[in-house]
């Protein structure tokens, strides 16, 4: 039986090799992995291993694989209205619409719109065409080191890595990239309140003279039409600002005429203990965009939330900007049913609650290794960065190996074989990002520091 289970998985990973494109994914081993089902927690091998799944497909299926009740919605709406021409409406796309909406005006005291699209990156190209109308057509963008926003041609036009653009070139201009406050590794001799204080007068100091080049004191105008944010960075390590940052940044942007676009792709819906993480921070969005987990990964469906004199039908009329797929019933369907359910549960206190106890389990973790260098994290946003002994150093490479050792599926749990899923980000590629289920179980926690024990041991063992 396991030898016919080799050969077919052979025959793919062949295929595989010859057919598809590598362009659309990213082998994190090689042999790259091949998985066959998944529930809860976690995903399973042709071998039924199991691989406890710490990152959740980047924190698209915050609710766990295989939610009963989100997938009985899709069965349902499948029966009832699966597809409809994008310029016909139906209930759920308004309904769904109605409810982010008035969630926005209830935290931020403004009035404002929705619209669909079919993914982050997607909608990130709607935002930079409403920011850019709201501004009299300025193309240019501010955005952070380290930040991260999707790989079409504008979105790949403010992510910081230029490793996303070099063999493409460049689709209008580049964002102007910003130091964004990283505690860790903050100048000596400064608390991380003071490094990000820093880090605003640094910015402020570009509108002081005309010299400095982004901004005319003679017409009080800005080059610069708006600032795309992480609240938390996702691909950037998730690095965890100062709290007083960004109201700082927000005084400089308000009075310089700059939008605050706040990208909540990854971190929307919970994932730090809020509905949205730029909540814990205090500051106000102009524009917001959110994705992945709207629909628990069921269904490729984003969109933005826009003040209403940026996206009312007199400024942003009709066709704009439009996709065949945006804001299809299948969609809208399962997103509005993730809403009722964050209305009828108190996922702040659940997420608070796991988030600390998995916290505490890496802060013990990092006793024991010197190699982790940092813990740190809000909610269920969680980071632990692998570093030589010094425990500053990145270490990328024993990164590397732990990421291979845990997706080989011979972890040991209580004499069963098991693997464990990781997701690698950072500035230097050596952090690991804990992204898991909102719905993860004490002992699941407890499980996850377990194997990493096991697994950091392995990997420095292999060196």
Known sequence: MRQDIDREQAALLADEAKYCSFGDTVHYVNPPKIFERCHG??????????????????????????????????????????????????????????????????????????????????????SLKIVRNAREGKSLMFAFEGGYHGRTLGASAITSSYRY??????????????????????????TADEYGDKCVREFARLFETEYNGVWDPKVGQSEYAAFYVEAIQGTGGYVV?????????????????????????????????????????????????FAKSLTNGLNPLGGLWAREELI?????????????????????????????????????????RAGAHFLAGL????????????????????????????????????????????????????????????????????VITLAPSLHISADEIDQAIALLDQLLTRAKREA
Not at 166 to 181: D, K, L, M, S, W
Not at 184 to 190: A, D, I, L, N, Y
């Open 363 to 430: 802060q013990d973790l990092q006793k024991r290794h010197p190699e982790i260098g940092d813990v740190d994290g809000l909610g269920l946003a969680l980071r632990a960065e692998i570093c030589q002994a010094d425990g500053f150093t990145p270490n990328r490479e024993l990164l590397d190996r732990m990421v291979h050792i845990g997706l080989s599926g011979d972890l040991d749990w209580k004499g069963e074989k098991m693997g464990l899923v990781l997701d690698v980000g950072g500035y230097y590629k050596n």
């Open 165 to 190: 653009r070099r063999r493409f070139g460049h689709f209008g201009e580049r964002a102007q990239f910003i130091p964004f406050p990283y505690p860790f590794r903050r100048p000596r001799g400064m």
């Open 41 to 126: 927690s976690y995903m399973f091998d042709p071998y039924g291993v199991p691989y406890l799944d710490l990152q959740m497909w980047y924190s698209a299926v915050n609710f766990g694989y295989g939610h009963e009740r989100l997938q009985q919605v899709l069965k349902h709406q499948l029966d009832v209205l699966p597809q409809i021409a994008s310029q016909y409406l139906h209930p759920t796309k308004i309904e769904l619409a109605k409810r982010i909406a008035l969630g926005m005006q209830e935290k931020f005291g403004l009035e404002g719109r929705v619209h669909f699209n079919v993914g982050g990156s997607q909608s990130i190209e709607d």
């Open 241 to 289: 600002p100062p709290r007083t940052f960004f109201t700082g940044l927000k005084k400089v942007l308000d009075e310089h005429g700059i939008l605050l676009v706040v990208d909540e792709i990854q971190m929307g819906f919970y994932r730090t203990g809020k509905m949205w993480a730029i909540e814990h921070f205090g500051v106000t969005p102009d524009v917001l965009v």
């Open 312 to 352: 009312n039908p007199t400024v942003f009329p009709p066709g704009s900007t439009h996709s065949t797929f945006a804001s299809n019933p299948l969609g809208t369907a399962l997103g509005l049913e993730v809403l009722k359910m964050l209305e009828e549960e108190d996922y702040e206190t659940r997420v608070m």
